[in-house]
């Protein structure tokens, strides 16, 4: 028995340091991930630690992603990373877990500019915004459909807005949350003379991004400024709303 048990020793220390030495841009050219649309300029380092810098996503720039993964993980079914991210639209990190049915991202932290995202009315992008993501967790299964989302956010963009017309407009706050199978952000706030704001931000399946900004309340002023730049009556207020364009129709 002593001699089976150091012979299962000697397998998994060798499967260990054979796997440990895979370099990650090996991994990445075998792994399918250019037939999902991701690119890279550069990966360096090995499956366990690594960087890739020059990432891509259909065609738009992602920026850098730091991965730091655990071998000991795969005793349970699983790859567990702690990444880092940054790229122009802003920086991240979480932890995530690989399993064949699942992918899993907790203790996301994010900082975006909107500004820079893709599906952004111009004269919002104009305004700007910084969107803060904490403590989120997103959950999607083995064929990248979002099956559950939880976590805080706050966007300061209605803010600005009210800004630019002497109004004190508020954060928006709100919940990631599960959407036929896509990620959608609902962020909302009340203004001090009955205002409410109701924004969305959104993915769509072919990997693109937009947004629905819808208001009630306004008074006059207010509302003849806001549909000089897209505004339409819808419902009891105001709605603008905006996707990215597909690649193919950018050309």
Same mark, same amino acid.
């Given at each position: ?53 020059g990432l891509s996503y259909r065609g738009k ?14 005793f349970r079914g699983a790859v567990t990373s ?42 919002? /992008? !104009?305004? #700007? @915004? ?6 989120? =967790? &997103?959950?999607?299964?083995? $064929? ?14 209605? /803010? !600005?807005? #009210? @800004? ?6 508020? =954060? &928006?706050?709100?919940?990631? $949350? ?74």
């Open positions: 028995m002593k001699r089976i048990a150091l012979v299962i020793v000697f397998v998994i220390a060798l499967v260990f340091g054979l796997c440990s030495g895979i370099p990650l841009s090996y991994a990445m050219r075998n792994g399918g991930l250019v037939q999902q649309g991701i690119g890279w300029q550069q990966a360096r380092g090995t499956i366990w630690d690594g960087q890739v810098t720039q992602a920026g850098a992603v730091d991965i730091k993964s655990s071998p000991l993980s795969l702690d990444m880092n991210w940054i790229g122009q639209t802003g920086r991240a990190r979480v932890h995530m877990v690989t399993s064949l049915s699942s992918v899993e991202l907790s203790g996301l932290g994010a900082d975006i500019d909107i500004s820079r995202l893709d599906g952004i009315h111009n004269e919002l /992008r !104009r305004i #700007g @915004g910084s969107l803060k993501i904490s403590n989120a =967790m &997103l959950r999607f299964d083995h $064929a990248g459909r979002c099956i559950q989302a939880s976590g805080t956010a706050q966007l300061d963009l209605v /803010r !600005r807005l #009210g @800004g630019q017309y002497g109004r004190d407009w508020p =954060m &928006l706050s709100g919940t990631p $949350a599960c959407v036929d199978d896509a990620i959608q952000l609902p962020l909302t706030g009340d203004g001090p003379n009955g205002e409410h704001f109701e924004l969305t931000l959104r993915t769509l399946p072919d990997g693109r991004t937009g947004m629905d900004v819808h208001i009630e309340g306004l008074d006059a002023q207010a509302t003849a400024a806001l549909a000089t730049v897209g505004f339409t009556k819808s419902g009891n207020g105001y709605t603008l709303r905006q996707e990215a364009a597909l690649a193919e129709e950018k050309k």
